[in-house]
């Protein structure tokens, strides 16, 4: 085999191997996405099950970066407090050890390469005999990501073992580990990965081309090199996401600074535990322990290093939206939940929009539920605000949803899931008709005060009433009091049943030479535009009452399973 044939091989096997492992993380992602998530949320009420969440999702997934991905964008959609973030994070750094021990224990100890292509043969066989949706095509692509792997590993085995053949390692090694540690950073900032570096460093150490102190070196910067993934996942991001990401640099640096300054003393005790025993699984040992041993070290101070994480990363970035822009569209669960949230912070402005239209101030509209009929007695003054840009910001944070949605929509292959974005979508447009309702009352409302017949302003109260009233309802029905999606049918009707009423005040106003004619279109036009704003929400209302009822039959069905 000629050195460049070699090359080519190493090269190819390694692109095999991260191929491998990104094929078989977004595999094993869009088979348990969004229960991935409901599992991780539920068990990180403590620093412990954090830790261990941590630990045991970085091993199903075999990498630390997509835990860390996933720990901060929990966190950026406010799912996940800064501390169990932190103490995720530290455990993700054990769970990186697994992938070292498969590789010592099955990667070198077996001809992998009939066992590679029989995973290969069998994920592709039933990914292609499988229908699109079903949760068994992803269960098969694992099987072909897990193929690839040991495909490439065996291909980089190969590779190593012909050039160490020829190869005096004595004319390129280093004169301190420290270049080595650097070297295994700087390959693990490169290639995004600290399982695939590891892997590699294996592969030499197997080989013979490389000494077991400098193979632990490497494996520490290595171990270091995965800040960068946090580092590049919190750009933008909310100062927890920073904070975090900042977190993890100091455990891993401190953890490999210790490792370093104690690495003849770690050797040794690895030699000691498992004398005689290859290389290639004592490097896994070397590995486990000193992550064990950065644990030990910052899991008491959890605690403390988040409260003076605290003090850092004040300033908020400006951002319309409130939730999505602190999450990735590739972790698909994650983000649908930081949708929802988001589409009630647009209601949230819609109703604000509404309130101050009407002279109402919105907190004591909705923090306290004042009655209309006190509301409406007290407020009815100007508020210095610009209904341009308060409607301006609502649209534009329209645009920023339907951008999430759409680029949302590209990660998820599921049709029951993207009928749920669709529904997502038509409640957004529910509640910016809502808002353009309102926009369109804006010039009318301010005529109507400037009115001085009686019927003019018996028909303004009259408006003002059923705006104020529907928001009121819709808000309650949003913070999910029991009977609000009923209330808010009966509202909805109660208008619908009121024009009768409305018509005989119109007919008042025409009656009387003071009202303008010009006032009665005003009139004619806002009693179209109030139901179409009460309608409109009725509808998001709708969606969201038959979103409970399909997960109370989901829970049902469970239970009786």
Not at 420 to 425: F, G, H, I, Q, W
Request: proline fraction near 2%; aromatic fraction near 10%; charge should be negative.
């Amino acid at each position: 085999m000629t050195l460049y044939t070699t090359w080519l091989e190493a090269f190819s096997g390694l692109g095999l191997f991260l191929f491998g492992m990104l094929y078989l993380e977004a595999q094993i992602r869009s088979a348990a996405g969004r229960s991935f998530k409901r599992i991780i949320m539920r068990a990180t009420d403590t620093h412990f099950k954090s830790l261990l969440s941590g630990l045991l999702a970085t091993a199903v997934f075999q990498s630390s970066s997509v835990v860390t991905l996933m720990a901060l964008s929990l966190i950026g959609a406010q799912l996940m407090p800064l501390e169990s973030g932190i103490a995720v994070i530290f455990g993700s750094n054990l769970g990186t050890t697994v992938t070292a021990w498969i590789v010592g224990l099955v990667g070198f100890k077996m001809d992998i390469k009939l066992l590679s292509y029989l995973f290969i043969g069998i994920g592709g066989l039933g990914g292609v005999l499988i229908g699109d949706g079903n949760r068994w095509r992803s269960y098969f692509g694992a099987m072909v990501g897990f193929g690839l792997i040991f495909l490439g590993l065996e291909g980089m085995k190969e590779s190593f073992a012909s050039l160490g053949s020829g190869f005096d390692i004595a004319h390129y090694r280093f004169d301190h580990p420290w270049w080595y540690a650097l070297t295994g950073f700087g390959l693990t900032a490169v290639i995004q990965s600290s399982s695939a570096a590891i892997a590699i460093i294996q592969s030499a150490l197997f080989a013979h081309m490389i000494g077991f102190e400098a193979a632990g070196a490497f494996v520490i910067g290595a171990n270091v090199g995965t800040t960068v993934t946090a580092f590049l996942g919190a750009i933008g991001g909310t100062p927890d996401k920073k904070r975090t990401a900042l977190a993890h640099f100091l455990f891993n640096v401190s953890t490999g600074l210790v490792a370093l300054a104690m690495l003849q003393y770690l050797v040794k005790g690895v030699e000691y535990l498992m004398p005689g025993v290859d290389p290639v699984i004592q490097i896994a040992l070397f590995h486990t322990i000193f992550n064990m041993l950065g644990v030990v070290i910052w899991y008491p101070f959890i605690g403390p290093l988040s409260r003076g994480l605290q003090h850092l990363f004040k300033k908020e970035p400006e951002h319309v939206t409130k939730y999505i822009h602190n999450v990735s569209t590739e972790l698909p669960g994650v983000a649908y939940d930081a949708l929802q949230k988001e589409i009630v912070h647009l209601a949230k402005e819609v109703e604000k929009f509404a309130l101050l239209a009407i002279k109402i101030p919105p907190a004591k509209a909705l923090d306290d539920y004042a009655s209309p009929e006190k509301l409406l007695d007290r407020y009815d003054e100007n508020f210095d605000v610009s209904y341009e840009r308060l409607y301006g910001r609502i649209r534009l944070l329209e645009g920023e949803i339907l951008r999430f949605i759409t680029r949302l929509a590209t990660h998820i292959e599921d049709a029951e899931m993207q009928g749920e974005l669709d529904k997502e979508a038509r409640k957004i447009t529910y509640l910016v008709t809502a808002a353009k309702a309102i926009k369109d009352m804006l010039y009318d409302i301010d005529q109507l005060y400037d009115a001085k017949t009686l019927e003019e302003e018996t028909f303004l109260r009259n408006l003002r009433y059923q705006i104020l009233q529907g928001t009121q309802a819709f808000d309650r029905a949003l913070s999910g009091e029991k009977d609000a999606w009923r209330k808010m049918q009966e509202i909805y009707t109660a208008i619908a049943r009121s024009y009768q009423n409305t018509m005989e005040l119109i007919s008042d106003m025409a009656r009387n030479r003071e009202v303008s004619s010009q006032m009665l279109t005003i009139a004619i036009n806002d009693m179209h535009l109030s139901k179409s704003y009460t309608k409109s929400l009725r509808n998001v209302l709708g969606l969201i009452f038959e979103e409970k009822q399909q997960d109370q039959g989901d829970v049902a069905s469970d239970s009786g399973a």
